[in-house]
């Protein structure tokens, strides 16, 4: 199962970015049916959950430090998973990890999650 994560560059603070997460139609069909989510990990910074997905986008959740400002959502049709950043701030530099749960639900912790795309990562000008 691969996951390609991709929709990263420089961007000032305040401004847009939209993070995509693809799979190709057999791996998509690998994971559909799971929760999906993006992490972050900055420099010299621990992996950290940043927004979730369930299964057919029944429920969403967000770090409290991206709510308001971040919104996931997931296209199967298209086989992708989106993470829109709006009013980012030099905070939200990192580099950007999608991926799949074991399950149909999406949850905050790592060891929950069974595939991974390789990262796009994301810097915040002031």
């Known amino acids: 199962v691969q996951l390609q994560a991709f929709g990263g560059g420089l961007v000032q603070a305040g401004g847009s970015l939209r993070l995509s997460c693809a799979a190709s139609?057999?791996?998509?069909?690998?994971?559909?049916?799971?929760?999906m989510a993006w992490f972050r990990q900055a420099p010299g910074k621990e992996r950290e959950f940043v927004a979730g997905i369930n299964w057919r986008g029944g429920g969403t959740g967000y770090a409290d430090s991206v709510k308001g400002r971040f919104t996931i959502s997931r296209d199967n049709a298209r086989n992708t998973l989106y993470l829109q950043m709006n009013n980012v701030k030099p905070e939200d530099t990192a580099l950007y990890y999608c991926?799949?749960?074991?399950?149909?639900?999406?949850?905050?912790?790592?060891?929950?999650?069974?595939?991974w795309g390789q990262g796009t990562l994301v810097t915040v000008s002031s």
């Open positions: 991926a799949a749960a074991r399950s149909s639900l999406y949850s905050v912790r790592e060891m929950e999650y069974a595939y």
């Open positions: 139609g057999r791996t998509w069909r690998t994971v559909s049916n799971n929760g």
